[in-house]
């Protein structure tokens, strides 16, 4: 029996009441969401024997007509009966809790009383599912499976099985019994600010610089920060390297190379928009490690006409070399707005905080942020530097970095919030939008010739 089995061989699986009851009674069960939660919850209801009716999905013609055999449906709440709305449940299964709650708050109204879109409660069906599987002697651990399952990819929260898998499998310089206490489930480490694309809206606030703006940073220098972090930790389950387009930094061979051989480290994962094709074999060999997942942003026709033929030639050398990657085709983000205070009161400050999917813990030029917004903002000035919203890890020693660390995780909001919309369910746009810089202070998008002030 592995370590995973053992950890959970006297554990009962707790589905919880709501799923269990739909479960006995053979409910009706509607999925508002066709995207990764939405398939994992429909895999574990399959695995308790009951399978949802439908999604419901607003981009169902983009998506297709099913998913993994389940019927994909614009949702269209006036098509069923009263009775038919009072005796099913509809989980909504969208990331965002302002979203989330904005759709159950609409499906209340059109009269289905039974919607549930609480994180906590999706995430106990899905970690029932992985313990009872494990238990039967069927799970078997997919790292890109598992890596995107809510319970992991949320920072505020924990999966003991998904840690323990990595700490056995992918974690070096971490002794097989020992139980880690301080541990950053995810981190991004910011090596560049220069991108392929400009796009309106950047949560990495591209459209905010200017050419003469552009950074890479010294290898030698993240990789010393980073060790230093690491020093004052017991393990990060994921770095997430990121730019800007990292893929443009041009000693992006050297970092990977790095990353891979830290101690105390798990999963390594690259975002890229799969512009950039490195020319470099051997950075196709270490992104063929187990440990490495890419990461592609799909931004469909706004991806630059020249750029366009960048991606199929990326992923065809991904593929050659038997890498682990998904294309994200991503069609709408958050409007962030722009960086004045807000007002929020202390409350309303921690439901941003709280209701925010972004949350990375972004390591930029020795500080680690809680996003990049707050770390690309505090760097050039949009954002006024709040000492208490980052970690400076160059002025600590290792005792106060691990206690800081620990009062950082813990932290329920920063004063950065102050100046962002958060993630709204009412503020949203287009992803992928492109300008150009003119010069600092104005942007022009798409080539129209429109101008508009980018409040640089």
């Not at 051989?261 to 060999?285: A, C, M």
């Not at 991806?303 to 990657?325: A, C, D, K, M, T």
């Not at 503020?427 to 010739?449: F, N, P, Y």
Request: glycine fraction near 6%; proline fraction near 4%; include cysteine.
């Amino acid at each position: 029996m592995n370590a995973c089995a053992l950890l959970v061989r006297d554990r009962k699986p707790l589905v919880p009441s709501v799923f269990e009851r739909a479960i006995d009674r053979r409910q009706r069960i509607i999925l508002y969401g066709a995207g990764k939660i939405g398939q994992r919850v429909a895999a574990a209801l399959r695995w308790f024997g009951h399978s949802p009716a439908f999604f419901w999905d607003r981009c169902a013609d983009l998506l297709g007509s099913e998913r993994n055999g389940i019927e994909v449906l614009l949702p269209d709440l006036s098509t069923m009966s009263l009775e038919e709305r009072a005796d099913c449940l509809v989980v909504v299964t969208i990331f965002s809790e302002n979203v989330a709650e904005r759709i159950r708050q609409e499906l209340l109204c059109a009269g289905y009383p039974n919607v549930l879109s609480d994180k906590t409660t999706i995430g106990g069906l899905l970690e029932a599912e992985c313990v009872s599987r494990l238990q039967a002697g069927r799970f078997e651990f997919q790292l890109m499976r598992c890596h995107i399952c809510p319970v992991v990819s949320d920072v505020r929260s924990r999966c003991e099985i998904f840690e323990r898998h990595v700490r056995d499998c992918f974690v070096r310089g971490v002794e097989a019994q020992f139980v880690p206490e301080v541990v950053v489930p995810s981190m991004g480490v910011l090596i560049s600010n220069k991108c392929t694309m400009t796009c309106e809206g950047c949560n990495h606030l591209r459209d905010h610089y200017a050419p003469d703006d552009h950074r890479d940073l010294a290898p030698d220098q993240v990789i010393e920060d980073l060790r230093k972090l690491l020093s004052a930790v017991d393990l990060v389950n994921k770095l997430v390297l990121v730019g800007g387009e990292a893929l443009l930094h041009p000693r992006v061979e050297e970092i990977i190379n790095q990353l891979l051989r830290l101690p105390k480290v798990g999963i390594l994962q690259i975002i890229t928009n799969g512009t950039v094709v490195p020319k470099s074999r051997r950075v196709f060999e270490l992104l063929a490690s187990p440990r490495v997942i890419v990461e592609i942003s799909d931004y469909g026709d706004h991806v630059p006409e020249p750029l366009r033929p960048n991606v199929s030639r990326f992923i065809e050398h991904l593929e050659n070399h038997r890498i682990q990657y998904r294309r994200i085709r991503t069609l709408q983000w958050f409007d962030f707005g722009g960086f004045e205070d807000r007002g929020y009161t202390v409350e309303e400050i921690r439901r941003v905080y709280r209701t925010c999917c972004f949350l990375s813990h972004d390591l930029f030029d020795g500080r680690l942020y809680k996003c990049s917004r707050s770390a690309y903002g505090t760097v050039i000035g949009k954002v006024p530097n709040y000492p208490g919203d980052y970690v400076d890890i160059r002025s600590l020693d290792r005792q106060s970095l691990r206690m800081r660390l620990i009062e950082f995780l813990s932290l329920e909001y920063v004063e950065a919030c102050r100046h962002c919309n958060g993630a709204s369910a009412a503020l949203t746009m287009e992803a992928g939008r492109q300008i150009v810089v003119v010069k600092r202070g104005h942007l022009r998008r798409d080539g129209s010739g429109l101008e508009a002030a980018a409040g640089v």
